[in-house]
């Protein structure tokens, strides 16, 4: 008789933004629903879900949590991103995760 075990981690992920979330998210091929009072859900391009966001943590598999650590470095882009073209700031990259930013010039 088979016994199937599915185990799941839960970690730190506060998006309040569901925009930049979104955003974030397109850019990894992967697609937010927001389920209202429910949370979020994030899937795949399959359609697979992937996790469950709610109450500032992710719910998932393991195997799906260096997505999500990708989902968290994406938006923190798109956080700074928006923040710079808001405030009139110039982005320049220092490197893959690092920026500076400057007002006017």
């Given at each position: 008789?088979?016994?199937y075990?599915?185990?799941t981690?839960?970690l730190?992920?506060?998006?309040g933004d569901l925009g ?7 850019v990894?091929g992967?697609e937010?629903r ?5 949370g979020?859900e ?15 943590k ?5 195997e799906s949590?260096?997505?999500l650590?990708?989902l ?5 882009r ?10 009139g700031w ?12 400057r007002?006017?010039?």
């Amino acid at each position: 008789m088979p016994c199937y075990q599915v185990n799941t981690v839960s970690l730190d992920f506060q998006a309040g933004d569901l925009g930049l979330l979104q955003k974030a998210a397109a850019v990894l091929g992967l697609e937010v629903r927001d389920l209202g009072t429910l949370g979020r859900e994030l899937y795949d391009r399959a359609g697979n879900t992937i996790a469950t966001l709610r109450d500032n943590k992710a719910i998932c598999r393991a195997e799906s949590v260096a997505t999500l650590n990708k989902l968290r470095v994406q938006y923190s882009r798109e956080i700074v991103n928006h923040a710079a073209l808001k405030l009139g700031w110039q982005k320049q990259m220092k490197s893959e995760n690092k920026f500076l930013l400057r007002k006017g010039v």
